[in-house]
């Protein structure tokens, strides 16, 4: 079983709004993933979580705020988001071991009004 | 970091092989190649990756040079759900985790 799973598929909101993005494996990964593609664009890394320890920061603004509460769950807290923060926000996860394979969710579409 | 380089689209016929080139001239000794596709809206999906040797799985076949400066992924008997982008990545830096580098990759459309 190879599957991520993301909720909501799609969300709305506005630019005041506080919304939650979740993503969960059931695979043991040890490493979970935050990216954020934009129309066209390939996938950015934004987040990248290792034993449920925030390892990687790709110098994100801080309305985007990233929690793993446990090993098989990641969250993205959103907040005073801007239009141009509408995007598929992509979660993937990984063993966390030197051979790495990423496997990837379906993604949240977000539009930010 | 080592980039990749990528033709930007390709046909292909339905039924006959996809031949995916991928250059990556300043990739480090320790480094692989990944190759993952992306159909319309959905998200990544890994296919293959490899160090030196050649792999294949029940995907594809990756071939990669001796000198480890390019690589090409071959898609044997490609299908309409072959239509996606393409990406060939290096993966950066020697941390257990391991950051995915994408590029803009190879649009294949895949014609009957």
């Known amino acids: 079983d190879t599957e991520v799973t993301q909720t909501p598929k799609h969300l709305v909101m506005g630019m005041t709004n506080k919304k939650s993005l979740k993503c969960e494996q059931h695979?043991?990964?040890?490493?979970m993933y935050w990216y954020k593609q934009k129309a066209k664009k390939p996938p950015e890394l934004m987040f990248v979580?290792?034993?449920?320890?925030?390892?990687i920061n790709e110098s994100v603004p801080s309305r985007f705020s990233p929690e793993c509460p446990n090993s098989s769950l990641l969250n993205l807290h959103l907040h005073a988001l801007q239009p141009e923060d509408s995007a598929l926000y992509l979660c993937a996860s990984s063993r966390g071991t030197n051979q790495e394979t990423q496997y990837f969710g379906p993604g949240t579409r977000l539009l930010v009004l | 970091d080592a980039k990749t380089t990528q033709p930007p689209s390709m046909d292909c016929a339905e039924g006959r092989a996809a031949n995916l080139p991928c250059n990556h001239s300043t990739i480090s000794g320790n480094e692989y190649v990944y190759w993952y596709r992306q159909i319309h809206s959905q998200g990544p999906q890994y296919i293959i990756h490899g160090l030196k040797n050649n792999e294949t799985n029940e995907m594809a076949s990756l071939i990669i040079t001796e000198d480890r400066k390019s690589s090409t992924l071959i898609l044997p008997h490609a299908t309409l759900r072959d239509t996606a982008v393409y990406y060939c990545i290096v993966r950066v830096g020697t941390d257990s985790w391991g950051k995915l580098q994408f590029g803009a990759g190879t649009q294949v459309v895949v014609t009957p």
């Open positions: 979580y290792s034993y449920e320890k925030l390892s």
């Open positions: 695979m043991g990964h040890r490493a």
